[in-house]
């Protein structure tokens, strides 16, 4: 059974930083595209980040360029999204996702304060 558990919320002020973390197990990292989506208050769960098992490319979406970063650590079964300069517009529910499966994590909550 595979479950993916994110970390790594918190409650920051304008222009703070976070490390969200998704740990996946029953399964091995290395094998598929990893990618982190958010959901905002009121808003539909939207794509952020996306990383590949097979180059390590990754890409995100215009409104979080320069200041997200998407990474994996197979040997962990961890990815990561590094977040700077955050801005009260990235407040929201973030989760990890391994593409081409159906499960989902409980998420984690970033608050960003103006």
């Known amino acids: 059974q595979v479950q993916v558990v994110e970390s790594g919320g918190g409650l920051v002020h304008t222009g703070g930083s976070l490390r969200l973390s998704c740990e996946v197990s029953?399964?091995?990292?290395?094998?598929?595209?990893m990618s982190w989506y958010r959901q905002g208050p009121g808003k539909k769960r939207e794509l952020v980040a996306v990383?590949?098992?097979?180059?390590?490319?990754?890409r995100v979406v215009a409104s979080v360029r320069g200041r997200f970063t998407i990474s994996k650590e197979d040997h962990k079964n961890t990815a990561y999204l590094q977040m700077n300069n955050l801005k009260p517009e990235d407040t929201a529910v973030y989760y990890c996702?391994?593409?081409?499966?159906?499960?989902w994590g409980k998420g984690t909550q970033v608050t960003v304060s103006s």
């Open positions: 990383i590949s098992s097979v180059d390590g490319s990754r």
């Open positions: 996702k391994v593409e081409g499966l159906s499960d």
């Open positions: 029953g399964l091995t990292t290395s094998y598929f595209e």
